[in-house]
């Protein structure tokens, strides 16, 4: 009996004094620099939002927050990576749902769990998508569009930035909830999907907001429907998919940060703090509505139920219309 409660006390000193190590780490956070490390290229949207927030966020934590690309495997490297690296809040990801929720089920192979490998931290912007067709198609409405399609199964053409991305699902939705078959082109980003689309070599994509709210205003594309369940504010005359015929469609690319699995609960209530702090600056909020996104509020908990929500939304998507991954 002695022995058992003497196990008893020193496995309770042992968590004591681990606890207290922890505190006392976690109460002088940040002491070093932060590494923000985003898995597409510079200049994308990921990278955009991740540099307007590292700069902000350097400025109240005291310690440079700076911005690291990881390019490649639709950011499923930048991922992986972020996930290996100790859970001590010193390497961070902005990802989007591409690589926190459509890539890690598209590329079954792949051994990276959003759900099991990451903690969230907080959604630090939202884009909605804009259903778009060249102004020499005859499809003036959504409706106008799904008659088109219905009328020539699996003969119509859409074009996106590439498997996996939210415009190429977005489309793999709009499929399934209007019963129709298209023809998906997948290009190497979505900036050659807009200019074959402006000079008429496909007739209609999903694209992000902030890539051609710009051809919308001077009239190289016609805006049919936002994909967000509200209308966006930089397109205030154009109606959600749900206004225009199909009641509950909503997608959006989002941006998130996030921390390793692990990482203790008050490093990532500070993190969340200072994201809205920062999205909450009226030079931020300026530039977001420049961008065409919006804001959220979340919280490191709400993050991490989202995330869930949308790898399985998205898995349906996936395997419904059986969408394979090249080997």
Do not use: C
Not at 76 to 101: C, F, H, R
Not at 260 to 273: F, K, M, S, V, Y
Not at 312 to 324: F, L, Q, R, S
């Amino acid at each position: 009996m002695t022995s058992i409660r003497s196990g008893f006390a020193f496995a309770g000193f042992a968590f004591m004094a681990v606890a207290t190590a922890s505190i006392a780490q976690t109460g002088r956070y940040p002491d070093k620099p932060i590494k923000m490390v985003v898995g597409f290229t510079a200049g994308g949207g990921t990278d955009v939002v991740a540099r307007i927030l590292s700069l902000k966020m350097s400025e109240t934590l005291g310690q440079s927050v700076v911005v690291e690309n990881r390019v490649g495997a639709s950011g499923l490297i930048a991922g992986e990576m972020v996930a290996k690296s100790a859970p001590d809040g010193y390497t961070l990801m902005t990802g989007t749902q591409t690589n926190l929720a459509v890539a890690p089920v598209l590329y079954r192979k792949d051994t990276l769990n959003p759900a099991r490998d990451f903690a969230g931290i907080a959604i630090t912007a939202v884009s909605p998508l804009v259903l778009v067709v060249n102004p020499t198609v005859a499809a003036r409405s959504l409706q106008d569009v799904i008659a088109m399609a219905k009328a020539k199964p699996g003969g119509v053409n859409y074009g996106s930035g590439g498997l996996g991305t939210t415009p190429h699902m977005s489309g793999e939705l709009f499929q399934a909830m209007a019963g129709i078959k298209l023809a998906h082109i997948a290009y190497r980003g979505e900036a050659p999907a807009i200019n074959d689309l402006i000079g008429g070599q496909i007739p209609f994509m999903f694209s992000n907001l902030s890539a051609i709210v710009g051809n919308v205003k001077a009239g190289q594309l016609r805006a049919i429907a936002v994909t967000s369940a509200q209308r966006a504010p930089a397109l205030p005359d154009v109606p959600t998919m749900s206004e225009a015929g199909l009641p509950g469609f909503e997608a959006a690319t989002w941006f998130a940060l996030v921390a390793p699995a692990g990482t203790p609960h008050e490093i990532r209530q500070r993190l969340n703090a200072e994201v809205k702090r920062a999205l909450a600056l009226p030079d931020v909020k300026q530039r977001y509505a420049d961008l065409g996104m919006t804001v959220e509020d979340s919280t490191p908990e709400s993050l991490d139920g989202y995330i869930k929500s949308e790898i399985a939304k998205w898995t349906k998507v996936i395997t419904d219309a059986n969408i394979k991954a090249p080997e």
